[in-house]
Nanobody
Framework: QVQLVESGGGLVQAGDSLWLACAASGSTGDLYIMAWFRRVPGKEREFVAATSWSGVDPVYADSVKGRFTMSRDNAKNTAYLQMNSLRPEDTADYYC?????????????????WGPGTQVTVSS
C-alpha cells in the first residue's frame, strides 16, 4: 500500500517562490509515475505536473510551464515541486499522486494513490 504525504505549503506573496515535497512509502512499483494536482474549492482537480521514474521527462500544465519545476529523488522516495513567480491564481490545495508503470496521464482518475494535500495561498 502506497502512502503519500505532502509538505511545504503556506502563505506567500505574488512573485515569491515555494517548495512542495511529497514523501512516499510503500511499493516502489506504484511510484513509477508521480504527479502534482491542485484543486480550488468548488472546482475539479487540475493537473499541474508529472514525471516518470527517471525524472528526466516531466510534463507540465500550460498554466505553470516555465514557472514550476518537478523533480524526484528515488533514493528518498520523494517528489518535489519548485514553484517560482507565484500568482494569486496558483492558490489551491496541492496534491501528490502516483501510479504504476504506464504513460504520463493528466487525468486524476488514472491515479490510485493520493496524499491528503497541502494548502498554498498566494496573496496579491
Amino acid at each position: 500500500q502506497v502512502q503519500l504525504v505532502e509538505s511545504g505549503g503556506g502563505l506567500v506573496q505574488a512573485g515569491d517562490s515555494l517548495w512542495l515535497a511529497c514523501a512516499a512509502s510503500g511499493s516502489t512499483g506504484d511510484l513509477y509515475i508521480m504527479a502534482w494536482f491542485r484543486r480550488v474549492p468548488g472546482k475539479e482537480r487540475e493537473f499541474v505536473a508529472a514525471t516518470s521514474w527517471s525524472g528526466v521527462d516531466p510534463v507540465y500544465a500550460d498554466s505553470v510551464k516555465g514557472r514550476f519545476t518537478m523533480s524526484r529523488d528515488n533514493a528518498k522516495n520523494t517528489a518535489y515541486l519548485q514553484m517560482n513567480s507565484l500568482r494569486p491564481e496558483d492558490t489551491a490545495d496541492y496534491y501528490c499522486a502516483s501510479k504504476g508503470f504506464s504513460k504520463h496521464s493528466q487525468s486524476p482518475s488514472d491515479y490510485p494513490y493520493w496524499g491528503p494535500g497541502t494548502q498554498v495561498t498566494v496573496s496579491s
